[in-house]
């Protein structure tokens, strides 16, 4: 079965600065990778996913997020963080296969600063 | 769209008492996720259906939680009788591949 590491659980960043948020994934073959983000009291919304092509992808408000099959990483990026990116991030690894279950990580919480 | 549609947004119950949790996924979307989150314990897979079929219920803690889909456009998550600890947030999510559209959440609170 796949699973997710995201190895920070918290970051503190300054409006402004760029941020890398970790994702390192669990499976045997190369996965569906979604990020998520979801701010206090809302559901989760979609940054992106990547599927297969392009190993760079990008999402919405800025995100990009690059898979590395040699790293079992996917992880998310954003060149210039903007206050209202403060919230909690989640990745998330998918089979290829009938089965549509997400494994989620545990979450980074973002913290931005002014 | 109007995204997926989950009802109420907040309950608070006394325990004992029986808590149903309601959802409408996106149209024609055929896969439907109920997932409840917690501090201590985060996003957790309860069950999914798959054209209104239970696939996976291995998620469900114990035999007080049920769910139901009697049609593609509704489900319903149940707590019989609730406890204190099953306050958490629950989350309904639906797709149509892989790509989940999760609604707005119904936070629980069990006195």
């Known amino acids: 079965a796949q699973s997710v590491t995201q190895p920070d659980i918290h970051i503190t960043v300054s409006e402004g600065a760029s941020l890398e948020l970790r994702c390192n994934y669990s499976?045997?073959?190369?996965?569906?990778l979604f990020w998520y983000v979801q701010s206090p009291g809302q559901g989760l919304q979609l940054l992106l996913k990547y599927f297969s092509g392009d190993t760079l992808v990008q999402g919405i408000k800025g995100f990009e997020a690059e898979f590395k099959r040699s790293q079992s990483s996917f992880n998310l990026r954003k060149p210039s963080v903007h206050w209202s990116d403060a919230a909690e991030y989640f990745c998330a690894v998918g089979a290829r296969s009938n089965d549509y279950k997400l494994s989620f990580g545990a979450g980074t919480t973002v913290t931005v600063r002014a | 769209d109007a995204g997926v549609i989950q009802s109420p947004r907040h309950e608070v119950t006394e325990m004992g008492q029986e808590v149903t949790l309601r959802c409408k996924p996106i149209s024609g979307h055929n896969s439907l996720f109920w997932y409840r989150q917690t501090m201590m314990r985060g996003l957790e897979l309860l069950i999914y259906f798959n054209n209104n079929v239970p696939i996976d219920d291995s998620g469900m803690p114990e035999d007080r939680f049920s769910a139901k889909m009697p049609n593609a456009s509704f489900s319903t998550l149940k707590i019989q009788p609730s406890e204190p600890r099953d306050s958490a947030v629950y989350f309904c999510a639906s797709s149509r591949v892989n790509e989940q559209f999760f609604g707005p959440g119904t936070r629980l609170t069990v006195l």
């Open positions: 499976y045997g073959a190369t996965p569906y």
